[in-house]
Nanobody, 128 residues
Framework: QVQLVESGGGSVQAGGSLRLSCVRS????????MGWFRQAPGKEREGVAT????????YYADSVKGRFTISRDNAKNTLYLQMNSLKPEDTAMYYC?????????????????????WGQGTQVTVSS
């Protein structure tokens, strides 16, 4: 049974930073992909950043490139999303997601339907 538990959300002013964490239960291997999605009210869920465990390649949405960094600590079974220079348009519910036995091209062009396991979400609110 795979469980994902996010933490680290909150309210910040524009220009501030937050670090999201996602603690994972269950095994991983080189064909595992994990990532962060977000969903703002009235909008579809979008992939923000993903990482393919076989080789560590990453994907970032254009809207967050240069500001967000995805990383992992395998010893702590934790995935992180460091978010800097936050903007009001980053306001959303952020979800951690995972899929096993997948391919790099699936991981690095993330779609909600391709991820099997989801956390409960953590709210990020950025005020101007």
């Amino acid at each position: 049974q795979v469980q994902l538990v996010e933490s680290g959300g909150g309210s910040v002013q524009a220009g501030g930073s937050l670090r999201l964490s996602c603690v994972r239960s269950g095994y991983i291997d080189s064909s595992t992909c994990m990532g962060w999605f977000r969903q703002a009210p009235g909008k579809e869920r979008e992939g923000v950043a993903t990482i393919y465990f076989g080789g560590g390649r990453t994907y970032y949405a254009d809207s967050v490139k240069g500001r967000f960094t995805i990383s992992r600590d395998n010893a702590k079974n934790t995935l992180y999303l460091q978010m800097n220079s936050l903007k009001p348009e980053d306001t959303a519910m952020y979800y951690c997601a995972a899929v096993y036995y997948t391919y790099p091209d699936v991981c690095l062009t993330p779609s909600e339907v391709d991820f099997r396991y989801w956390g409960q979400g953590t709210q990020v609110t950025v005020s101007s």
